[in-house]
């Protein structure tokens, strides 16, 4: 089993940037696939981006493709959503989840553990 703990969260212009950081317990972090994905008041959640167990594979949304960057370092167990040309539609709370396996995966009912969320606002 895994726990999440999202951060970095906060307020921000738009075109500007954040990183958020999703710190994971346990030590077998290096089994699991991590995805990040957001929901704004009155949509459904959203599929941002995600990465393998090995650092090899990156996907993203397409509306975030060439502006987020996911990353993860698996000795510090955490994994990065770096966000920049932030617009006011990337406003929502941002979750990342993680499940055992070897691909990425897109859809939240893919996902076991999912962390508390961390609130992102981008003002115009």
């Known amino acids: 089993q895994v726990q999440l703990v999202e951060s970095g969260g906060g307020l921000v212009q738009a075109g500007g940037s954040l990183r958020l950081s999703c710190a994971a317990s346990?030590?077998?972090?290096?089994?699991?696939?991590v995805g990040w994905f957001r929901q704004a008041p009155g949509k459904e959640r959203e599929f941002v981006a995600a990465?393998?167990?090995?650092?090899?594979?990156?996907d993203y949304g397409d509306s975030v493709k060439g502006r987020f960057a996911i990353s993860r370092d698996n000795a510090k167990n955490t994994v990065y959503l770096q966000m920049n040309s932030l617009k006011p539609e990337d406003t929502a709370v941002y979750y990342c989840?993680?499940?055992?396996?070897?691909?990425?995966?897109?859809?939240?009912?893919?996902?076991?553990?999912w962390g508390q969320g961390t609130q992102v606002t981008v003002s115009p």
């Open positions: 990465i393998n167990r090995y650092n090899s594979i990156t």
């Open positions: 989840a993680a499940r055992e396996g070897v691909g990425n995966y897109y859809y939240p009912t893919r996902y076991d553990y």
């Open positions: 346990g030590r077998t972090f290096s089994r699991y696939a």
